[in-house]
Each structure stands twice: as structure tokens, then as C-alpha cells.
Antibody, heavy 120, light 112 residues
Framework: QLQLQESGPGLVKPSETLSLTCTVS??????????WGWIRQPPGKGLEWIGS???????YYNPSLKSRVTISVDTSKNQFSLKLSSVTAADTAVYYC????????????WGQGTTVTVSS | QSALTQPASVSGSPGQSITISCTGTSSDVGGYNYVSWYQQHPGKAPKLMIY???NRPSGVSNRFSGSKSGNTASLTISGLQAEDEADYYCSSYTSSSTPNWVFGGGTKLTVL
């Protein structure tokens, strides 16, 4: 059974770069059937799609975050990563990594989520 | 990029049916059959309940169903149970800018 696990610092200072990694276990990140992505949820608020990456390296970002976001994939480690630069308190959220079907809207596997707080 | 519009809250008694709406535009909900619905209990990750408008993943109760008419998608839960109390989010592919995805603001379902 495929599982996703987020890892990274839980506290980031304002203006610095948030970096998270998602490790895929129980399956290959190199499958042509899926995209891999990041979704976040500020405290008490709704879900926000950050971006997605295909195993080939093709990326798609939320236009509102595009200037600050980089998503990359490391197929040798079965991992993909998120970098969000110039963070502010508004970037405080639970960050989820997730798998989405290629040619489908379904996000069928989610990580447990990791809380990232932006504070000095 | 605007979120899809959902009611903030809905409620129903055990055994009843409820429907949650998700309104978008012809650039998202109305233009593509890529609407999904997610259930989220407090402190937990979202769970996929419906995908591609009306498909149910294996393991999801057939009390959950999805549909779409024009720019509005709907999630119907029949035979409400206490454990259905949760937040529900819709999501859709959108072509409004670079290809990407958008979520609704979420609906809190209360089982009375």
C-alpha cells in the first residue's frame, strides 16, 4: 500500500525559505500514471493547491504562489520536494504531500501532513 | 484564482439525506469532468470520497454520490450517520490560467 510521509523543519523564520520533502513508500514515484503534489491548509481555513510535478520533471504551480515555489523530484530516492521562498506568517499552515491520478481529478493518497509555522 | 463556492455549513439528522453544492465557472466545474470531493475530520488528512464527478473509490460507502449540472457540482450523502460529521471540500481542474487545480472553501457538515 502506497504511503507518503512529509519531513522538514516545523519552524521557519520570516523571509527565509521553507523546504519540505515527501518520501514515497510502497510504490514508485516514476509511475507514468500519477502526478505528485503539495497542498496546504492554514489554521482554521480551507485547502490550497500549491503545485504538482510529474516524474519527468514537468511542473504546474498555483499562479498565486508561482514566483516563490519550486517543486522537484528525485527518482533515485523516491522523493519529491517543495521549496517556498520569502515566507511570511501567511504561509503558516499544515502542508500535505499527495498523489493525483494522471488524466483524473482524484487525489487518492495523502501524507499525514506536517505543520510549518513562520515566526521569528 | 478564486476558490469554488460552497455553503459554509449544512446539517441533517441521522438517516436523512443532505446535498452540498460546489459552484464554479465554465473554466473549471462546468468545463471539465474532473470534480472531486474530500472528507476531512479534525486533525486528519483529507480523504477522497468522489472523483471525476461521480466515481466512488473502492472502500467508500455507496451512501456518497456525486453529480454535476452546468457550473455546479453536488455531493449527496444519504442515510446520514454520526461519523459523516466532518468538513467537505470540492476540487476541480481549472483552465483559468496555467493548467492547475482549485478547491472550494469547504462545508462543515453537522449531524444533529
Amino acid at each position: 500500500q502506497l504511503q507518503l510521509q512529509e519531513s522538514g523543519p516545523g519552524l521557519v523564520k520570516p523571509s527565509e525559505t521553507l523546504s519540505l520533502t515527501c518520501t514515497v513508500s510502497g510504490g514508485s514515484i516514476s509511475s507514468s500514471s500519477y502526478y505528485w503534489g503539495w497542498i496546504r491548509q492554514p489554521p482554521g481555513k480551507g485547502l490550497e493547491w500549491i503545485g504538482s510535478i510529474y516524474y519527468s520533471g514537468s511542473t504546474y504551480y498555483n499562479p498565486s504562489l508561482k514566483s516563490r515555489v519550486t517543486i522537484s523530484v528525485d527518482t533515485s530516492k523516491n522523493q519529491f520536494s517543495l521549496k517556498l521562498s520569502s515566507v511570511t506568517a501567511a504561509d503558516t499552515a499544515v502542508y500535505y504531500c499527495a498523489r493525483r491520478g494522471y488524466g483524473s481529478g482524484r487525489v487518492d493518497v495523502w501524507g499525514q501532513g506536517t505543520t510549518v509555522t513562520v515566526s521569528s | 484564482q478564486s476558490a469554488l463556492t460552497q455553503p459554509a455549513s449544512v446539517s441533517g439528522s441521522p438517516g436523512q439525506s443532505i446535498t452540498i453544492s460546489c459552484t464554479g465557472t465554465s473554466s473549471d466545474v462546468g468545463g471539465y469532468n474532473y470534480v472531486s470531493w474530500y472528507q476531512q475530520h479534525p486533525g486528519k488528512a483529507p480523504k477522497l470520497m468522489i472523483y471525476d464527478v461521480s466515481n466512488r473509490p473502492s472502500g467508500v460507502s455507496n451512501r456518497f454520490s456525486g453529480s454535476k449540472s452546468g457550473n455546479t457540482a453536488s455531493l449527496t450523502i444519504s442515510g446520514l450517520q454520526a461519523e459523516d460529521e466532518a468538513d467537505y471540500y470540492c476540487s476541480s481542474y481549472t483552465s483559468s490560467s496555467t493548467p492547475n487545480w482549485v478547491f472550494g472553501g469547504g462545508t462543515k457538515l453537522t449531524v444533529l
